[in-house]
């Protein structure tokens, strides 16, 4: 006699809640990482890239916002060129930051500020394609899409991992973690009176026989590209409603006066763009290059208080008044100056 023997499988369930829970760990193995390199990445409060500092900042408050490389936030000092003319400005620049990467930052700045003019020092248009700072000038970025596509657009391949990864570059300085480090982590910098200015001290002593003159060193084609990324900051400044002034600051490492020639008409192309060569203009700013500059090329800090609070002027007769500020920046701003006085 035939035995029919039935076999039941019972399947299993999957409960709703194991995808909830896999993803609730992976949120925070995630968490977890980002806060770790938020703790081992070094400090950053000047030499440009930062971002701290600048969101700290109310919004909408700024009148003039300067980009660029060291040129810019050597150059610069805001908070002289807000006692000299009641403009408030911010460096939001980088060590030798390259157009490409200038783009990207005044995409993100323009997310919480709303300046009357964007004023670019232009000799990051001669930089090659990848310069030595991609590390910092990216790696200080808020987390967004646009630091995203800076970091895919801009930054060298062999960066990339670290930059979407902070643990990557900075896993071994657990050993050099201090308190500040983990406050710094949990409490981020606020608003200071540097404004994104770096002050130097040193008096450059080469001045003898004259400003150095070189002509184009480099290539037809990075040129290319350096204008077609300045096109996009113009063309942002253009749908931002914010206009857009190029300028070349007092210098002795000048390129020859046909170079400048060119960058001219070649910024000026773009719509609504004014540019200016004060390379050769330490007379006309009070400057005296025995006295007021670094090295070669940048300002030192008393270069930098003439000089400032000589554009603040000359932003004033371009027709850019400040804005109404409350009274909590506007003390703010006032203290700001006096610490520089």
Request: hydrophobic letters at 35%.
């Amino acid at each position: 006699m035939a035995t029919e023997v039935l076999v039941k499988t019972e399947e299993k369930r999957v409960s709703p809640r194991e995808p909830l829970w896999c993803l609730a760990f992976v949120l925070t193995a995630a968490l977890l990482l980002h806060v770790c390199g938020n703790v081992l990445r070094p400090l950053h409060t000047d030499y440009g890239s930062t971002w701290s500092a600048y969101l700290a900042e109310p919004e909408d408050s700024l009148d003039v916002l300067f980009l660029g490389s060291s040129y810019a936030y050597c150059d610069w000092n805001p908070a002289v060129m807000y006692e000299a003319s009641g403009l408030t400005g911010y460096v939001m620049g980088g060590s030798e930051q390259t157009p490409g990467i200038t783009y990207w930052y005044l995409r993100e700045a323009l997310e919480t500020q709303s300046p009357s003019v964007v004023v670019m020092e232009a000799t990051s248009l001669f930089f090659d394609r990848y310069q030595n700072y991609t590390q910092i000038n990216l790696g200080y970025m808020p987390w967004g899409l646009n630091r995203v596509r800076a970091i895919l657009e801009c930054a060298e391949e062999d960066k990339r991992l670290g930059l979407f990864w902070d643990l990557y570059f900075y896993h071994d300085r657990w050993k050099e973690l201090g308190l500040v480090d983990i406050k710094k982590a949990i409490f981020p910098p606020g608003a200071d009176h540097l404004k994104g200015h770096t002050a130097v001290d040193q008096v450059f002593e080469g001045t003898e026989g004259g400003p150095f003159l070189s002509g184009m060193r480099q290539s037809e084609e990075v040129y290319q590209q350096n204008l077609q990324d300045f096109a996009r900051i113009a063309g942002l400044c253009a749908e931002k409603g914010i206009d857009l002034v190029v300028t070349i600051n007092p210098t002795y490492s000048q390129y020859t006066p046909e170079v400048y020639d060119r960058l001219k008409a070649d910024v000026e192309a773009n719509p609504g763009v004014r540019f200016f060569d004060w390379s050769d203009g330490f007379a006309p700013a009070g400057l005296d290059p025995t006295r007021h500059l670094y090295d070669g090329g940048h300002l030192n800090q008393e270069g930098a208080k003439i000089f400032s609070a000589w554009t603040g002027e000359q932003l004033r007769d371009l027709g850019y008044e400040p804005r109404v500020q409350t009274e909590e920046n506007r003390r703010a701003w006032e203290e700001a100056a006096e610490k520089w006085r």
